[in-house]
T-cell receptor, first 110, second 114 residues
Framework: RKEVEQDPGPFNVPEGATVAFNCTYS??????FFWYRQDCRKEPKLLMS???SGNEDGRFTAQLNRASQYISLLIRDSKLSDSATYLC???????????FGRGTSLIVHP | DGGITQSPKYLFRKEGQNVTLSCEQN?????MYWYRQDPGQGLRLIYY???????QKGDIAEGYSVSREKKESFPLTVTSAQKNPTAFYLC?????????????FGSGTQLSVL
């Protein structure tokens, strides 16, 4: 089993839709969790850190479920500009080594 | 402005040639990382360093070498032993003290084989 797994998609949704991505991780000792956004052939940029209590930033909501070892990202009211690849990142417990999922591709169409 | 600078943006390698990718940061971060990304794939860790003069292999270190002589600099050499070097290379840095060690990335280097 891969350390961090994501459904690669693509998720093809109309503008205004709500879309959710999940990411599962295998190391129960993992401590830190993040969602990054990557546009084609660009560097990833931090979208959100994911906290145990869940967190929200505008149209974006991230959740952590430690019991089931997954994190989620919810995007409400999708915009054309949300089209990108969303990368899940999990830091290996105790060692601060970031491990990436392969990313989920989102395409928002008019 | 603080940040990470990678150079060059594009690099071409001939058969049997070693090439070096530069990565410099002025964020005073302890940790630096090199990742490789192939089309449609996620980032795979090549090497990382959490302190000057020390570095560790990541998941795909074969055919690569690094050095960390200064806190600010973490160059990556792609050696002739790396038979499939064409990829997008990303350098990153982070703090490692405390929690929430988010990564800061350079803008990447696209390496191609002639």
């Amino acid at each position: 089993r891969k350390e961090v797994e994501q459904d690669p998609g693509p998720f093809n949704v109309p503008e205004g839709a709500t879309v959710a991505f999940n990411c599962t991780y295998s190391n129960s000792a993992s401590q830190s969790f993040f969602w990054y956004r990557q546009d084609c052939r660009k560097e990833p940029k931090l979208l959100m850190s994911v906290y145990s209590s869940g967190n929200e930033d505008g149209r974006f909501t991230a959740q952590l479920n430690r019991a089931s070892q997954y994190i989620s990202l919810l995007i409400r009211d999708s915009k054309l500009s949300d089209s990108a690849t969303y990368l899940c990142v999990v830091n290996k417990g105790g060692s601060y080594i970031p491990t990436f999922g392969r990313g989920t591709s989102l395409i928002v169409h008019p | 402005d603080g940040g990470i600078t990678q150079s060059p943006k594009y690099l071409f390698r001939k058969e049997g040639q070693n090439v070096t990718l530069s990565c410099e940061q002025n964020l005073n971060h302890d940790a630096m990382y090199w990742y490789r990304q192939d089309p449609g794939q996620g980032l795979r860790l090549i090497y990382y360093s959490q302190i000057v003069n020390d570095f560790q292999k990541g998941d795909i270190a074969e055919g690569y070498s690094v050095s960390r002589e200064k806190k600010e600099s973490f160059p990556l050499t792609v050696t002739s032993a790396q038979k499939n070097p064409t990829a997008f290379y990303l350098c990153a840095s982070s703090k490692i003290r405390g929690t929430n060690e988010k990564l800061f990335f350079g803008s990447g280097t696209q390496l191609s084989v002639l």
